[in-house]
């Protein structure tokens, strides 16, 4: 799915203001993934970089598969009473949300972690030097968890090969785990620096960073600090900023009839009379989506 020409010219002046670029979700669906796909490739193609497109979305690919994993994994926790900052038999319990929590089809959770509070966003921060994501949720982790993180992470960024990876983790035979160690080896192969690879907690959110520099000019938040420069690596956002005070990727809208949050593409805010005409005991004619009109269509 591109971008549609209207929805283009916006965004190029977002971006020559110099805007950042926000989608907000809960579940980690194809659409979502395609969202981020469109939207970093734009950026790339404005600062004329689509070669590091491939090695850049495999990475953040990895990342928010991660970021989806830890909502999953809070809300598994939340249903069975378990405290999730605590450490208590960790590994058996992270056994038993392994091969009990079915992640095949994620629109299926997305009301149950919706309620929960769950949120899985993605921010696109950009200039002629680089551009920047972070990929936040709202799931608490352990300090086990985020230890074994911190390792994992170290260990990949000083591979020269996946072969390290299976020595490192010998039982990971399916490599269901090997998705970042892939992508930083992708990263280091076209020159990237995967050092720019960095997550933090702040105010609750789990934050993972990542700085793709276009250019030897670019200086990383961590050699700002050391510069004594006034920056935080993982600033908080305000809310008027959470609320929407950037450029929205897509317009969205709640259906009365299946309580889903569509595309504006799919949604009606007034169903046209001819089609109210061919519709069979439809409950509303006002703000229904696309799919539960064609339930209620005579055929």
Same mark, same amino acid.
Request: charged share 30%.
């Given at each position: 799915?591109?971008?549609? @020409?209207?929805?283009?010219?916006?965004? %190029?002046?977002?971006?020559?203001?110099?805007?950042?670029?926000?989608?907000?979700?809960?579940?980690?669906?194809?659409?979502?993934?395609?969202?981020?796909?469109?939207?970093?490739?734009?950026?790339?193609?404005?600062?004329?970089?689509?070669?590091?497109?491939? *090695?850049?979305?495999?990475? %953040?690919?990895?990342?928010?598969?991660?970021?989806?994993?830890?909502?999953?994994?809070?809300?598994?926790?939340?249903?069975?009473?378990?405290?999730?900052?605590?450490?208590?038999?960790?590994?058996?319990?992270?056994?038993?949300?392994?091969?009990?929590?079915?992640?095949?089809?994620?629109?299926?959770?997305?009301?149950?972690?919706?309620?929960?509070?769950?949120?899985?966003?993605?921010?696109? #921060?950009?200039?002629?030097?680089?551009?920047?994501?972070? %990929?936040?949720?709202?799931? *608490?982790?352990?300090?086990?968890?985020?230890?074994?993180?911190?390792?994992?992470?170290?260990?990949?960024?000083?591979? #020269?090969?996946?072969?390290?990876?299976?020595?490192?983790?010998?039982?990971?035979?399916?490599?269901?785990?090997?998705?970042?160690?892939?992508?930083?080896?992708?990263?280091?192969?076209?020159?990237?620096? *995967?050092?720019?690879?960095?997550?933090?907690?702040?105010?609750?959110?789990?934050?993972?960073?990542?700085?793709?520099?276009?250019?030897?000019?670019?200086?990383?938040?961590?050699?700002?600090?050391?510069?004594?420069?006034?920056?935080?690596?993982?600033?908080? #956002?305000?809310?008027?900023?959470?609320?929407?005070?950037? %450029?929205?990727?897509?317009?969205?809208?709640?259906?009365?009839?299946?309580?889903? =949050?569509?595309?504006?593409?799919?949604?009606? #805010?007034?169903?046209?009379?001819?089609?109210?005409?061919?519709?069979?005991?439809?409950?509303? =004619?006002?703000?229904?989506?696309?799919?539960?009109?064609?339930?209620?269509?005579? @055929?």
């Amino acid at each position: 799915m591109e971008i549609e @020409l209207a929805k283009k010219e916006r965004l %190029i002046r977002g971006m020559e203001l110099g805007k950042k670029i926000v989608l907000h979700g809960v579940v980690l669906s194809q659409y979502y993934k395609s969202n981020v796909e469109n939207y970093l490739r734009f950026c790339l193609e404005y600062y004329q970089k689509t070669d590091i497109l491939p *090695p850049s979305l495999s990475l %953040i690919y990895s990342l928010l598969e991660m970021a989806y994993k830890e909502n999953c994994r809070n809300s598994y926790y939340m249903e069975k009473g378990w405290d999730p900052l605590s450490s208590e038999s960790f590994t058996e319990r992270e056994a038993e949300f392994e091969t009990n929590w079915d992640f095949s089809d994620p629109l299926k959770l997305r009301n149950r972690l919706k309620e929960e509070g769950s949120v899985l966003r993605t921010t696109i #921060h950009h200039s002629g030097s680089g551009v920047s994501l972070e %990929i936040a949720n709202l799931a *608490p982790i352990t300090s086990e968890a985020e230890e074994a993180l911190t390792e994992y992470l170290s260990r990949a960024k000083s591979y #020269h090969d996946l072969s390290e990876y299976y020595e490192d983790y010998p039982f990971d035979e399916e490599g269901r785990e090997i998705g970042i160690a892939l992508a930083i080896l992708q990263f280091k192969e076209i020159g990237l620096d *995967p050092n720019l690879l960095r997550f933090d907690t702040v105010e609750g959110e789990h934050v993972f960073r990542l700085e793709i520099s276009f250019d030897w000019e670019y200086l990383s938040l961590r050699t700002k600090l050391e510069n004594d420069e006034d920056v935080r690596p993982f600033r908080s #956002h305000s809310q008027a900023e959470k609320d929407g005070e950037t %450029i929205s990727p897509w317009k969205i809208s709640v259906c009365k009839i299946c309580g889903r =949050t569509v595309d504006d593409r799919i949604f009606f #805010h007034t169903v046209p009379a001819d089609v109210v005409a061919k519709a069979k005991d439809l409950p509303f =004619t006002e703000e229904v989506c696309a799919w539960c009109l064609s339930g209620y269509l005579k @055929l």
